[in-house]
């Protein structure tokens, strides 16, 4: 959002009036193209809607306003309408990110310190506060900074639509360069009306399904929007600042920024994930690398035109030119050119080799392949160093650089594709294997000490379980082939293409060994002998959900590593080990407050695990775009952890339409990384946990706290009867799950348990309908029981409040979410349940905890504004809200249309018009 943080109200009226402007003006060509495309009647019902709900903002009107308004609407006039509103929402975006940038380039022009949040500002940090090298050193060993692209069923926008938005974006940013009375200005103007036109002639969604196949490719256009260009960047920049810190320690060997990916090959719900899916992914991964290395060989190709009559070059360099790829007489005195050449052909082979196939201006000339990408980087450090010696380090610092920091970074394999499923899963195969060969009989019966023995033997000789002529059931087949095709990954791109095996709802040891024995009997992890150490490039990854499971994760990894076998693997991977943490069914499980706090009690418990047992712990949030999936700002986040829990590496997920706000364009991803990186750099250097001796009896209240949050959630969510039934009615959910959004089920199982459901349907749904429950609820209750009428109580949390980042961050996500939950739009969707008293009950229950925690929101942090503490957030609310009003309206509409039978292809297309203008205006929808 805009920063305008610490300004007074003038001050912020001056700042942001260059973003009201340019909402104003791409609201009214907008307008001015819907009348001309859609006619008057069209554009006047939209007007009329618009200031009607402008004056329910205001107070002015009753919020009943807008609904008689648009009661009844025809269908087809309905579709327009919803659109025309969509768009203005994503064109407020654009806005705001432009204004974002405006207000960066003003505190820079102006002198000021740069921001928290940037590298510069940590450096400076650093800088203030310097830790020993030998001890950075040590804790930036096997640094890593890796967000993972994951699918999201909102995210249902056409690539189409993000190029039209990236040229309004562009050429909004030319119009700030002009006045209206210059010449040039007409035109320009002139060139935006024809991508807004262009944007609403083109359609916002699909109207099939998205296939898994479709996903794969939503993640990869990520990379040449930004990532491949960005990501390179700051991996030179932070290694650079810290060596100049630090020149005598050869600080981040691999670059500390490198990404994944979930998209084909998290399984877990996802029929749809095979292993020719797998193999997709990570191919046309590998060939998303070969393509963009390829492209800038050209590039450098035609640039490094030094004449061997003017230059000297290296004896390496002469080698490289000499080797027979280009005998062109033209270019005999070039050798920069012929070297180039020689690669590009070297590599045209490697992607024929690795991906089957050339992309972009190969030179296939039957050459050598390169073995692995070091070899690749040879060559390329060989050009560089040979210019730099004769002093072209200046173009050596341009495209070259470039693509040394990209194959430094991201390989032949690009991203790092994680495998994921579900440990019941995992022990259906492992039965079946042990069944087949002979091992025994019905493993689903031993006890846990049983099974850990036996699994530990299989793990402990290289002897496969199957022949190859093993018969068995289409779920063996199916998960085998999977494990099978990332080892064909391995092989094909090399050791980082699949870098994670990850065990969801893991609660056992076993549920560890049997993920590391489907490993073993794919050839990927290899035993070892008495001679030889075992390996595997796939670390295993336990996955704590549960509130309960997080409560156990500490005991579960030390248990696990007393196991010899699953003990000699992770010394044989350096003592490391992922654990992944998960933020989306803790909360579903037991509320905002209560999961955000066995969180952290298990960050606490698993930093405490590994100073006993010497392993370096790597945590992996599974983090969604809204805060009852643990989103909010990442710096925040990252610097809310406890001391010790990041140690210089940081795992997390990044879903849906947030991937698009904060990686479709390269100065918003530049700035996301980097934040990122910085969050990383002070969690791990710096004491940003504050608490000092006052951390137990911190910690100490807050197990209370989260108890009594956790009961308050259970009484409403898994205690009142027909609490299921009142969510099936009063949300989208249904519609969730039965329109075309993504390729994952949003349910586990065919039940309607809540338990079942998918984490990302269950946020979304109450989203949709403005209740945002799992951001906040319990929150408030908690906090009046453990207050009580004892001020004494309320100044320690005040106190804890202004101290303490962890607590500081939970209230501000809620801040956020409260902000953006309107009760009275609720209400409308709670209309929609048709037991009377079913309804009056639950939506009472979640009204009065709503006011609850807001008053007591109020109390701790001693201000009556949910947003004190983010005016940008405040200012977006004020210019976007009055928009979504039409569209909840016209959803709760659909929604009776739809459950009544009228299930039209028109009425169901306006379903997912509303739920796609809802997720484009709150930006982190599930």
């Known amino acids: 959002m805009v920063d305008t943080g610490g300004m007074r109200e003038d001050q912020i009226e001056a700042a942001t009036a260059p973003l009201r402007d340019d909402i104003r003006f791409l609201g009214a060509i907008l307008g001015e193209t819907i009348r001309d495309h859609e006619g008057a009647n069209v554009f006047d019902l939209i007007e009329r809607v618009r200031v009607e709900a402008f004056r329910v903002r205001r107070s002015e009107v009753e919020r009943s306003a807008v609904a008689d308004m648009l009661r009844d609407t025809e269908i087809e006039v309905a ?30 022009a102006a002198g000021e310190p740069p921001q928290d949040s940037s590298l510069a500002a940590t450096y ?10 030998a001890n950075v050193a040590d804790l930036l060993t096997d640094a890593l900074v890796s967000p993972v692209i994951t699918a ?31 010449p040039e200005y007409a035109d320009l103007e002139n060139r935006i009306r024809r991508q807004v036109l262009t944007l609403w002639r083109t359609a916002l969604i699909r109207l099939a399904r998205l ?51 979930w998209i084909g090959g998290d399984r877990d719900g996802n029929p749809n994930v095979t292993g020719e899916v797998v193999h997709r992914a990570t191919h046309r991964a590998g060939t998303v690398a070969f393509g963009h290395y390829l492209k800038e060989l050209v590039g450098l190709e035609k640039s490094l035109s030094q004449s061997a009559r003017l230059v000297l070059v290296s004896p390496e360099l002469a080698r490289l030119a000499d080797a027979g790829y280009d005998e062109s007489p033209q270019r005999a005195d070039e050798p920069y050119r012929r070297a180039i050449r020689g690669i590009r052909a070297r590599l045209t082979a490697t992607a024929l080799r690795a991906v089957g196939e050339i992309p972009g201006e190969g030179v296939d000339v039957g050459a050598r392949p390169y073995a692995t990408p070091a070899e690749l980087l040879d060559d390329l450090n060989v050009v560089d160093a040979s210019m730099r010696a004769s002093g072209d380090g200046l173009l050596a610092d341009d495209r070259l650089a470039a693509l040394r920091g990209a194959v430094e970074t991201f390989g032949f394999h690009l991203q790092g594709l994680d495998m994921r499923q579900n440990s019941e899963t995992h022990e259906q195969v492992v039965a079946e294997l042990f069944a087949w060969a002979g091992v025994h009989s019905d493993y689903a019966s031993l006890s846990e000490s049983e099974r850990v023995r036996l699994l530990a033997a299989e793990l402990s000789t290289r002897r496969p379980l199957l022949g190859p002529t093993a018969n068995l059931s289409e779920l063996a087949v199916k998960e085998l082939g999977v494990v099978r095709a990332a080892k064909a990954a391995l092989d094909d791109l090399g050791p980082d293409t699949v870098p994670n095996y990850i065990i969801s709802m893991c609660t056992s040891v076993s549920d560890l060994l049997e993920a590391a024995l489907l490993l073993k009997e794919a050839g990927i992890l290899d035993p070892g002998d008495a001679q030889t150490p075992p390996s595997s490039p796939v670390g295993v990854v336990p996955l704590f959900e549960t509130i309960d499971d997080l409560r156990h994760g500490a005991e579960t990894l030390v248990a696990a590593l007393e196991v010899p076998a699953y003990h000699r693997l992770v010394v044989a991977r350096g003592m490391q080990q992922e654990v992944m943490l998960g933020y989306s069914d803790s909360n579903k499980d037991g509320g905002y407050l209560a999961a955000n706090w066995a969180l952290y009690r298990a960050e606490l418990d698993l930093v405490d695990a590994a100073r006993k047992t010497g ?19 990442s710096y925040d986040a990252i610097l809310a952890q406890p001391a010790g829990a990041v140690r210089g590496s940081l795992r997390l997920t990044e879903q849906g339409e947030v991937i698009s706000t904060k990686y479709a364009d390269r100065g918003t991803a530049y700035r996301n990384l980097e934040s990122l990186v910085a969050g990383t750099l002070e969690s791990t250097l710096l004491d940003v946990e504050g608490l000092g001796a006052e951390a137990e009896p911190a910690y100490e209240l807050f197990d209370e706290l989260a108890e009594l949050a956790r009961r308050a959630y259970a009484a409403l969510v898994h205690e009142t009867p027909g609490f299921v039934d009142y969510f099936r009615a009063s949300t989208p959910i249904a519609e969730v799950a039965d329109l075309n959004l993504g390729s994952r089920p949003a349910s586990r199982k065919p039940t309607s348990s809540v338990s079942d459901l998918r984490a990302i349907p269950w946020v979304m749904a109450w989203s ?107 200012e977006s609310i004020r210019n976007r809200f009055p928009y979504l009003e039409p569209i909840n309206q016209m959803q709760v509409d659909l929604l009776r249309r739809r459950r009544s039978g009228d299930t039209t292809e028109l009425v169901e297309r306006g379903i997912l018009l509303t739920m796609n203008g809802l997720a484009t205006a709150l930006r982190n929808s599930g």
């Open 79 to 108: 579709i327009p309408l919803i659109r025309a509103f969509s768009h203005f929402l994503l064109l407020a975006n654009l806005a705001e990110d432009l204004q974002r940038d405006r207000r960066r380039a003003v505190h820079q």
């Open 124 to 133: 400076r940090k650093l800088d203030s506060y310097p830790p020993g090298g």
């Open 152 to 182: 999201h069923p909102t995210e249902t926008r056409r690539r189409t639509v993000f190029d039209v938005q990236s040229r309004i974006t562009e050429l909004m940013r030319m119009r700030q360069r002009y006045v209206t009375t210059e």
């Open 211 to 261: 296939r898994i196949q479709d996903e794969i490719e939503v993640g990869l256009r990520y990379y040449d929007m930004s990532l491949l260009e960005v990501i390179p960047r700051i991996n030179a920049d932070v290694r650079d600042a810290l060596r100049s810190r630090w020149p005598d320690r050869d600080l981040l060997a691999r670059p500390i920024l490198r990404p994944g990916s």
């Open 615 to 633: 392993i370096r712990l790597r945590l992996f949030h599974g983090r969604g775009g809204t805060v009852g999936r643990g989103g909010g700002r």
């Open 768 to 874: 949709q309908s403005r209740v945002m429950l799992p951001g906040w609820y319990g929150t408030g209750t908690a906090i009046e029981q453990w207050v009580g009428e004892d001020p004494a109580r309320l100044e320690t949390l005040s106190r804890l409040y202004a101290r303490w980042p962890f607590f500081r961050t939970v209230m501000s996500n809620l801040a956020q979410v409260m902000a953006k939950a309107d009760m009275d739009i609720a209400a409308r969707y709670a209309e929609l349940v048709d037991d009377e008293s079913l309804r009056t009950n639950i939506f009472g229950m979640i009204r009065e905890e709503f006011d609850r925690t807001v008053r007591m929101h109020a109390a701790v942090t001693g201000s009556d504004q949910l947003l004190a503490d983010n005016p940008a957030l405040a």
